[in-house]
């Protein structure tokens, strides 16, 4: 299973970036709980927000009313739409993919893919 990741960048505090993950091996993800995670230099790699195939989502509280997870089923293809971007939102962002629970724990995580770098500073 495949995971890439694309639309990292520099951006200024309040801006906008859209993350996208697009894997070539699921069948659909019907099969899976897709998610989003990110790691900062020098912390643990910490759960923003997961989705599931009937789009049921969940989010970090840091995060909430700022970034939306969703899903192109025709497209195989996960995207984090991340605005009001603060600097402590600075960092490595992962997709992930778990065969299970709609949940923000890493350990429930299967396949990853091997980020992008987000950088909020003015």
């Known amino acids: 299973v495949q995971l890439v990741e694309s639309g990292g960048g520099s951006v200024q505090p309040g801006g906008s970036l859209r993350l996208s993950c697009a894997h070539s091996e699921f069948t659909s993800f019907d099969d899976y709980v897709m998610g989003w995670f990110r790691q900062a230099p020098g912390k643990e790699r910490e759960g923003v927000a997961a989705i599931n195939k009937d789009g049921s989502t969940i989010s970090a509280d840091s995060v909430k009313g700022r970034f939306t997870i969703s899903q192109d089923n025709a497209k195989n293809t996960l995207y984090l739409q991340m605005n009001t971007l603060k600097p402590e939102d600075t960092a490595m962002y992962y997709c992930?993919?778990?065969?299970?629970?709609?949940?923000?724990?890493?350990?429930?995580?299967?396949?990853w893919g091997q980020g992008t770098q987000v950088t909020v500073s003015s």
């Open positions: 992930a993919a778990n065969p299970g629970w709609l949940v923000l724990h890493r350990g429930a995580y299967t396949y």
